[in-house]
Protein backbone atom coordinates (compact mmCIF):
# COMPACT_ATOMS: atom_id res chain seq x y z
CA UNK A 1 0.00 0.00 0.00
CA UNK A 2 1.48 3.57 -1.11
CA UNK A 3 1.98 5.78 1.94
CA UNK A 4 1.94 9.65 0.92
CA UNK A 5 3.47 11.85 3.35
CA UNK A 6 1.94 15.02 2.23
CA UNK A 7 -0.93 13.49 2.40
CA UNK A 8 -0.15 12.07 6.36
CA UNK A 9 -0.62 15.79 6.95
CA UNK A 10 -4.18 15.76 7.09
CA UNK A 11 -4.91 13.34 9.22
CA UNK A 12 -6.55 14.52 12.29
CA UNK A 13 -5.13 14.51 15.56
CA UNK A 14 -8.53 14.01 17.28
CA UNK A 15 -7.32 11.38 19.86
CA UNK A 16 -3.84 11.48 18.87
CA UNK A 17 -2.68 11.50 22.95
CA UNK A 18 -5.07 8.70 24.00
CA UNK A 19 -2.82 5.78 25.18
CA UNK A 20 -2.71 3.35 22.79
CA UNK A 21 -3.63 -0.27 23.43
CA UNK A 22 0.24 -2.04 22.69
CA UNK A 23 3.79 -0.97 22.30
CA UNK A 24 3.10 -1.92 18.51
CA UNK A 25 -0.08 0.59 18.09
CA UNK A 26 1.98 3.46 20.24
CA UNK A 27 5.14 3.04 17.67
CA UNK A 28 3.05 3.26 14.56
CA UNK A 29 1.23 7.00 16.30
CA UNK A 30 4.10 8.42 16.97
CA UNK A 31 5.52 7.08 13.36
CA UNK A 32 2.64 8.51 11.45
CA UNK A 33 3.13 11.99 12.99
CA UNK A 34 6.64 12.38 12.26
CA UNK A 35 6.73 13.48 8.44
CA UNK A 36 3.69 15.76 8.40
CA UNK A 37 5.51 17.81 11.24
CA UNK A 38 9.00 17.59 9.31
CA UNK A 39 7.15 19.16 6.39
CA UNK A 40 5.97 22.08 7.69
CA UNK A 41 8.63 23.03 10.32
CA UNK A 42 11.95 21.30 9.52
CA UNK A 43 13.98 23.65 7.56
CA UNK A 44 15.63 20.74 5.31
CA UNK A 45 12.53 17.98 5.17
CA UNK A 46 11.13 19.57 1.89
CA UNK A 47 14.29 19.84 0.33
CA UNK A 48 14.93 16.33 1.13
CA UNK A 49 11.70 15.23 -0.59
CA UNK A 50 12.66 16.81 -3.58
CA UNK A 51 16.22 15.49 -4.16
CA UNK A 52 15.26 11.68 -3.15
CA UNK A 53 11.62 11.68 -4.33
CA UNK A 54 8.11 10.82 -2.94
CA UNK A 55 8.77 7.15 -3.94
CA UNK A 56 11.99 6.50 -1.43
CA UNK A 57 9.78 8.42 1.20
CA UNK A 58 7.11 6.22 0.94
CA UNK A 59 8.80 3.26 0.97
CA UNK A 60 10.62 4.27 4.26
CA UNK A 61 7.36 5.03 5.64
CA UNK A 62 5.88 1.63 4.69
CA UNK A 63 8.93 -0.55 5.56
CA UNK A 64 9.05 1.81 9.18
CA UNK A 65 5.30 1.09 9.26
CA UNK A 66 5.42 -2.66 9.33
CA UNK A 67 8.05 -2.74 11.75
CA UNK A 68 6.89 -0.47 14.29
CA UNK A 69 3.46 -2.59 14.11
CA UNK A 70 5.44 -5.24 15.52
CA UNK A 71 7.37 -3.35 18.38
CA UNK A 72 7.71 -5.25 21.08
CA UNK A 73 8.31 -2.39 23.86
CA UNK A 74 9.08 1.19 23.60
CA UNK A 75 12.92 0.97 23.18
CA UNK A 76 12.35 -1.50 20.23
CA UNK A 77 10.19 1.74 18.86
CA UNK A 78 12.68 3.99 19.43
CA UNK A 79 15.10 1.99 17.47
CA UNK A 80 12.60 1.73 14.80
CA UNK A 81 11.77 5.97 14.45
CA UNK A 82 15.42 6.76 14.57
CA UNK A 83 16.31 4.86 11.86
CA UNK A 84 13.60 6.21 9.83
CA UNK A 85 14.56 9.75 10.83
CA UNK A 86 17.98 9.14 9.37
CA UNK A 87 16.07 8.17 6.49
CA UNK A 88 15.24 11.65 5.79
CA UNK A 89 18.93 13.36 6.94
CA UNK A 90 21.97 11.47 8.75
CA UNK A 91 22.31 14.48 11.20
CA UNK A 92 20.60 17.11 13.22
CA UNK A 93 17.45 14.71 13.16
CA UNK A 94 16.25 12.45 16.00
CA UNK A 95 14.03 10.58 17.87
CA UNK A 96 14.70 10.62 21.34
CA UNK A 97 12.99 8.83 24.63
CA UNK A 98 11.90 11.06 26.89
CA UNK A 99 8.98 13.00 27.62
CA UNK A 100 8.85 16.68 28.12
CA UNK A 101 9.45 16.23 32.17
CA UNK A 102 12.31 13.70 31.24
CA UNK A 103 14.16 15.76 29.48
CA UNK A 104 13.78 19.12 31.66
CA UNK A 105 15.56 17.05 34.59
CA UNK A 106 19.49 16.84 35.37
CA UNK A 107 21.26 14.59 33.39
CA UNK A 108 22.48 11.66 35.46
CA UNK A 109 25.74 11.06 36.49
CA UNK A 110 27.98 9.49 33.83
CA UNK A 111 27.92 5.93 33.66
CA UNK A 112 30.29 3.82 35.31
CA UNK A 113 33.24 2.31 32.38
CA UNK A 114 32.85 -0.81 31.02
CA UNK A 115 36.63 -1.58 31.66
CA UNK A 116 37.72 -1.94 35.63
CA UNK A 117 39.97 0.84 36.61
CA UNK A 118 39.47 2.45 33.70
CA UNK A 119 38.37 6.30 33.51
CA UNK A 120 35.69 7.53 31.12
CA UNK A 121 37.00 9.37 28.53
CA UNK A 122 36.94 13.75 29.52
CA UNK A 123 35.00 15.92 26.84
CA UNK A 124 37.10 19.09 28.93
CA UNK A 125 39.72 20.75 26.84
CA UNK A 126 43.34 20.10 27.51
CA UNK A 127 46.49 21.51 26.74
CA UNK A 128 49.72 19.43 25.88
CA UNK A 129 53.29 21.10 25.88
CA UNK A 130 54.78 18.66 23.05
CA UNK A 131 58.19 20.83 22.82
CA UNK A 132 59.61 24.13 23.17
CA UNK A 133 57.88 24.89 19.43
CA UNK A 134 54.76 22.83 19.33
CA UNK A 135 51.86 22.96 21.70
CA UNK A 136 48.80 20.28 21.30
CA UNK A 137 45.57 21.50 22.54
CA UNK A 138 42.89 18.58 22.88
CA UNK A 139 39.10 20.02 21.97
CA UNK A 140 36.71 16.89 22.42
CA UNK A 141 33.55 18.95 22.29
CA UNK A 142 32.35 22.34 22.25
CA UNK A 143 29.43 21.47 24.27
CA UNK A 144 27.94 24.92 26.23
CA UNK A 145 29.37 23.60 29.19
CA UNK A 146 32.61 23.76 27.96
CA UNK A 147 32.87 27.54 26.84
CA UNK A 148 34.40 28.40 30.21
CA UNK A 149 36.85 25.87 30.54
CA UNK A 150 37.78 26.43 26.77
CA UNK A 151 38.38 30.52 27.93
CA UNK A 152 40.21 29.73 30.89
CA UNK A 153 42.59 27.30 29.61
CA UNK A 154 43.79 29.69 26.81
CA UNK A 155 43.78 32.56 29.39
CA UNK A 156 45.64 30.47 31.92
CA UNK A 157 48.12 28.87 29.72
CA UNK A 158 48.61 32.48 27.58
CA UNK A 159 52.47 32.47 28.38
CA UNK A 160 53.20 29.22 27.11
CA UNK A 161 51.12 29.56 24.17
CA UNK A 162 52.56 32.95 23.16
CA UNK A 163 56.00 30.87 23.52
CA UNK A 164 55.18 28.47 20.77
CA UNK A 165 55.30 28.76 17.41
CA UNK A 166 53.60 25.74 16.04
CA UNK A 167 49.42 24.60 17.11
CA UNK A 168 48.16 20.87 17.02
CA UNK A 169 44.20 21.81 17.46
CA UNK A 170 42.84 18.01 18.05
CA UNK A 171 39.18 18.25 17.14
CA UNK A 172 38.62 14.56 16.01
CA UNK A 173 35.81 12.92 18.06
CA UNK A 174 34.60 16.70 18.90
CA UNK A 175 30.48 16.20 17.96
CA UNK A 176 29.56 20.08 18.02
CA UNK A 177 27.76 21.84 20.82
CA UNK A 178 28.02 25.49 20.44
CA UNK A 179 29.90 28.03 18.00
CA UNK A 180 30.54 30.26 21.59
CA UNK A 181 32.40 27.36 22.92
CA UNK A 182 35.23 27.77 20.25
CA UNK A 183 35.08 31.52 20.07
CA UNK A 184 38.26 32.45 22.46
CA UNK A 185 40.02 30.62 19.91
CA UNK A 186 39.78 32.83 16.89
CA UNK A 187 41.51 35.41 18.03
CA UNK A 188 44.79 33.32 18.18
CA UNK A 189 44.27 31.39 14.96
CA UNK A 190 42.39 34.01 12.48
CA UNK A 191 43.83 36.20 10.28
CA UNK A 192 42.13 39.63 11.40
CA UNK A 193 38.81 39.04 9.72
CA UNK A 194 36.37 35.99 9.07
CA UNK A 195 33.47 35.96 6.42
CA UNK A 196 30.18 33.63 7.46
CA UNK A 197 27.98 32.48 5.66
CA UNK A 198 24.81 33.28 8.27
CA UNK A 199 21.77 30.87 8.66
CA UNK A 200 17.80 31.54 8.18
CA UNK A 201 14.96 30.71 10.66
CA UNK A 202 11.90 29.13 9.57
CA UNK A 203 9.28 30.84 11.51
CA UNK A 204 6.30 28.71 12.48
CA UNK A 205 4.65 28.51 15.44
CA UNK A 206 5.96 25.13 16.25
CA UNK A 207 9.12 26.85 15.87
CA UNK A 208 8.40 30.00 18.03
CA UNK A 209 7.23 27.59 20.48
CA UNK A 210 10.36 25.14 20.63
CA UNK A 211 12.93 28.40 20.64
CA UNK A 212 11.15 29.79 23.75
CA UNK A 213 11.40 26.63 26.07
CA UNK A 214 14.78 25.38 24.62
CA UNK A 215 17.02 26.77 27.30
CA UNK A 216 14.74 26.59 30.40
CA UNK A 217 14.87 22.79 28.95
CA UNK A 218 18.46 22.30 28.12
CA UNK A 219 20.43 25.03 29.32
CA UNK A 220 18.33 26.46 32.67
CA UNK A 221 20.11 29.68 34.15
CA UNK A 222 22.22 30.15 30.71
CA UNK A 223 22.44 33.18 29.99
CA UNK A 224 23.98 33.09 26.59
CA UNK A 225 21.59 30.65 25.51
CA UNK A 226 18.65 33.02 26.95
CA UNK A 227 19.51 36.21 24.49
CA UNK A 228 20.36 33.68 21.60
CA UNK A 229 17.19 32.03 21.72
CA UNK A 230 14.92 35.78 22.61
CA UNK A 231 16.81 37.18 19.42
CA UNK A 232 15.58 34.21 17.85
CA UNK A 233 11.91 34.54 18.58
CA UNK A 234 12.20 38.23 17.79
CA UNK A 235 13.43 37.34 14.18
CA UNK A 236 10.90 34.55 13.85
CA UNK A 237 8.00 36.84 14.67
CA UNK A 238 9.48 39.82 12.12
CA UNK A 239 7.58 37.34 9.23
CA UNK A 240 4.65 35.83 8.48
CA UNK A 241 4.13 31.85 9.80
CA UNK A 242 6.08 29.66 7.17
CA UNK A 243 8.66 32.17 5.83
CA UNK A 244 12.38 32.30 6.30
CA UNK A 245 13.70 35.29 9.00
CA UNK A 246 17.59 36.06 8.74
CA UNK A 247 19.57 35.01 11.96
CA UNK A 248 20.65 38.32 11.96
CA UNK A 249 18.88 41.09 11.04
CA UNK A 250 22.09 42.90 9.06
CA UNK A 251 21.36 40.10 7.06
CA UNK A 252 22.88 36.59 5.93
CA UNK A 253 27.06 37.66 4.96
CA UNK A 254 28.57 38.59 8.03
CA UNK A 255 32.23 40.50 8.00
CA UNK A 256 33.85 39.97 11.14
CA UNK A 257 37.12 41.72 12.27
CA UNK A 258 39.11 39.92 15.32
CA UNK A 259 38.70 43.46 17.64
CA UNK A 260 41.42 42.09 20.03
CA UNK A 261 43.72 39.81 18.13
CA UNK A 262 46.35 38.19 20.36
CA UNK A 263 49.64 40.11 19.93
CA UNK A 264 51.62 36.90 19.50
CA UNK A 265 49.79 34.25 17.16
CA UNK A 266 51.11 30.84 16.35
CA UNK A 267 52.96 31.31 12.60
CA UNK A 268 51.84 27.20 11.61
CA UNK A 269 48.59 25.58 13.22
CA UNK A 270 47.23 21.83 12.26
CA UNK A 271 44.03 21.32 12.87
CA UNK A 272 43.21 17.44 12.86
CA UNK A 273 39.74 16.55 12.07
CA UNK A 274 38.01 13.01 11.09
CA UNK A 275 34.61 11.86 10.30
CA UNK A 276 33.31 12.41 13.67
CA UNK A 277 33.74 16.33 14.15
CA UNK A 278 30.37 17.46 13.22
CA UNK A 279 27.95 20.12 13.75
CA UNK A 280 29.32 23.15 15.54
CA UNK A 281 32.74 21.43 15.26
CA UNK A 282 32.55 22.01 11.36
CA UNK A 283 31.18 25.54 11.83
CA UNK A 284 35.13 26.02 13.45
CA UNK A 285 36.89 24.19 10.79
CA UNK A 286 35.17 26.80 8.32
CA UNK A 287 35.95 29.70 10.13
CA UNK A 288 39.69 28.48 10.79
CA UNK A 289 40.40 27.50 7.48
CA UNK A 290 40.21 30.77 6.53
CA UNK A 291 43.47 31.81 8.07
CA UNK A 292 46.59 32.05 6.27
CA UNK A 293 47.97 30.22 8.73
CA UNK A 294 46.10 26.62 9.55
CA UNK A 295 45.92 23.83 7.95
CA UNK A 296 43.12 20.73 8.32
CA UNK A 297 44.72 17.78 8.45
CA UNK A 298 43.12 13.95 8.34
CA UNK A 299 39.59 12.76 7.36
CA UNK A 300 36.94 14.74 5.87
CA UNK A 301 34.22 16.21 8.90
CA UNK A 302 30.87 14.37 9.42
CA UNK A 303 28.75 16.29 7.66
CA UNK A 304 25.84 17.90 9.91
CA UNK A 305 25.68 21.36 9.52
CA UNK A 306 23.44 22.60 6.47
CA UNK A 307 20.33 22.37 8.92
CA UNK A 308 20.51 22.98 12.45
CA UNK A 309 19.59 24.80 15.78
CA UNK A 310 17.69 21.68 16.64
CA UNK A 311 14.48 22.20 18.96
CA UNK A 312 12.40 19.25 20.67
CA UNK A 313 8.85 18.34 19.56
CA UNK A 314 7.14 15.74 22.01
CA UNK A 315 5.36 13.08 20.18
CA UNK A 316 1.91 11.84 20.62
CA UNK A 317 2.58 9.30 22.86
CA UNK A 318 4.45 11.60 25.31
CA UNK A 319 7.12 8.50 25.70
CA UNK A 320 9.44 10.35 23.01
CA UNK A 321 10.54 13.39 21.28
CA UNK A 322 11.51 14.31 17.56
CA UNK A 323 14.53 16.66 17.83
CA UNK A 324 14.81 18.72 14.29
CA UNK A 325 16.14 21.27 12.61
CA UNK A 326 14.97 24.83 12.65
CA UNK A 327 17.63 26.88 10.78
CA UNK A 328 19.12 26.76 7.38
CA UNK A 329 22.56 28.07 6.00
CA UNK A 330 22.44 30.67 3.97
CA UNK A 331 25.42 28.68 1.95
CA UNK A 332 22.71 26.79 0.42
CA UNK A 333 22.47 25.51 -2.30
CA UNK A 334 26.10 26.64 -3.40
CA UNK A 335 28.06 25.25 -0.87
CA UNK A 336 26.51 21.89 0.78
CA UNK A 337 28.21 20.51 3.91
CA UNK A 338 26.41 17.89 4.46
CA UNK A 339 26.96 15.48 1.56
CA UNK A 340 30.30 15.03 2.17
CA UNK A 341 31.76 16.75 5.13
CA UNK A 342 34.24 18.99 4.95
CA UNK A 343 37.40 18.13 3.11
CA UNK A 344 40.89 18.77 4.90
CA UNK A 345 43.65 20.14 3.28
CA UNK A 346 46.03 17.15 3.78
CA UNK A 347 44.26 13.76 4.03
CA UNK A 348 45.25 11.14 6.51
CA UNK A 349 44.29 7.25 5.59
CA UNK A 350 41.62 6.61 9.31
CA UNK A 351 43.79 4.66 11.64
CA UNK A 352 43.46 0.93 12.19
CA UNK A 353 43.64 1.11 16.23
CA UNK A 354 43.66 3.94 18.99
CA UNK A 355 47.98 3.80 19.12
CA UNK A 356 48.23 4.85 15.04
CA UNK A 357 44.96 7.56 16.15
CA UNK A 358 48.11 8.98 19.12
CA UNK A 359 50.73 8.41 16.03
CA UNK A 360 49.00 11.17 14.32
CA UNK A 361 49.46 13.84 16.58
CA UNK A 362 53.43 12.62 16.90
CA UNK A 363 53.38 12.82 12.66
CA UNK A 364 51.21 16.28 12.61
CA UNK A 365 54.45 17.48 15.18
CA UNK A 366 56.80 16.16 13.23
CA UNK A 367 55.91 17.40 10.24
CA UNK A 368 55.09 21.42 11.70
CA UNK A 369 58.56 21.62 13.18
CA UNK A 370 60.38 20.39 9.61
CA UNK A 371 59.90 16.76 9.46
CA UNK A 372 57.57 14.63 7.55
CA UNK A 373 54.19 13.03 7.68
CA UNK A 374 55.41 9.89 7.37
CA UNK A 375 54.85 6.86 9.63
CA UNK A 376 57.39 6.24 11.68
CA UNK A 377 57.31 2.29 10.27
CA UNK A 378 57.02 3.13 6.48
Given at each position: ???N?L?L??????????A??????????D?????????????????????KG????D?????AT????????????D???????????KG????????????A??????A??A???????S??????I??D????????S????????????L??????????PN?????R????????T????L????S???VT????WLA??AN???????????A??????A??A???VA?????????Y??????????Y????T????????????V?R??A?????F?????Q?F?????????Y???????????????????L???T?R??RL???Q?????????????P????A????EV??V?????????R???I
Amino acid sequence: MKLNLLALAALSLAGSHAAAATPGETCVQDLRAIAPFLLENDTGARQHLEQKGQAYFDLALATATTAAASAADGKACDAILENYARTWRKGHLHVKPGSALDIAKPAPAPARPATPGQAAPSKAPALQILSDSTVLLTLPSFHGSYRAAVASLLDTHRAALAARPNWILDVRRNGGGSDSTYAPLLPWISSDEIVTMGAEWLATPANIDGQEKVCALLAPGDQTCAAFASQAVAQMRSVKPGQYAPQQSSGTVIYTRVDTPEPRRPARVAVLVDRDCASSCEEFLLAARQSFHVKLIGRNSYGALDYSNMRLHILPSGQRHLQYATSRSARLPQLQVDLGGIMPDIYLPPPKDEAERAEEVLRVQRWLEGGTLRPNNI
